[in-house]
């Protein structure tokens, strides 16, 4: 009577087991559909963001420009890039990291007022702090779609050596920036 008793509870939690195990491999399953269709959609997102803050960059340059056009003209160019980058990212909120989408947003403040300063030291200063953040924002959507990971990845897999002149100028000048407090 014990070993029919010892069965029956055997039995029982075989099958316990393997509808856990088979819920468990399910939802694996169904998480592998759903991401790769996510990761394209995020993929999408985020090269449309960077096309978008690489328009920005030329935008604040010429706005930047000193005398090229009136305060008030200025203000409304930056005022629409901003306010398009803004309802991009609102209308993806749920593919775009909030803090991602806080610094693209706010990358331009700032283009608008800097023809306007009068001392050329600190124009050029305002000017690079611009620059800087458009620059970090490219970066910044670079890592957080995964094109940096894939980078390094490949750069391992294929252990390209690239060299050039040109190239050797650039990894200095980055190094150097890189060192500069920030």
């Known amino acids: 009577m014990e070993s029919a008793w ?11 087991t393997g509808s856990a195990l088979t819920e468990l491999l399910r939802r694996a399953n169904r998480i592998e559909s759903y991401a790769s269709r996510v990761f394209d959609k ?14 920005a960059r030329s935008v604040a340059e010429e706005v930047m420009e000193e ?19 803004a309802e991009y990212c609102d209308d993806n909120a749920l593919y775009l990291n909030e803090e991602l989408t806080l610094h693209c947003v706010g990358s331009l403040i700032g283009a608008e007022d800097v023809a306007g300063i009068a001392d050329a030291q600190e124009r050029e200063q305002a000017a690079e702090h611009v620059r800087s953040n458009l620059m970090s924002a490219t970066e910044m959507i670079r890592a957080e779609s995964g094109i940096r990971m894939i ?7 294929t252990r390209a ?13 980055s190094k150097e920036r890189r060192a500069l407090p920030r």
Do not use: N
């Not at 010892?6 to 316990?16: F, P, T």
């Not at 995020?42 to 328009?55: D, G």
């Not at 009136?70 to 306010?83: A, C, F, G």
């Open 6 to 16: 010892i069965g029956v509870i055997g039995g029982l939690a075989g099958v316990l």
């Open 42 to 55: 995020r993929m999408q997102v985020h090269e449309q963001l960077f096309a978008k803050i690489v328009s």
């Open 67 to 85: 005398r090229k056009c009136p305060p008030d003209e200025r203000h409304s160019i930056v005022s629409s890039v901003v306010l398009d980058i």
């Open 151 to 157: 980078e390094k990845f490949f750069g391992k897999l």
């Open 161 to 173: 050596k690239l060299s050039s002149p040109l190239i050797e100028y650039y990894r200095k000048i």
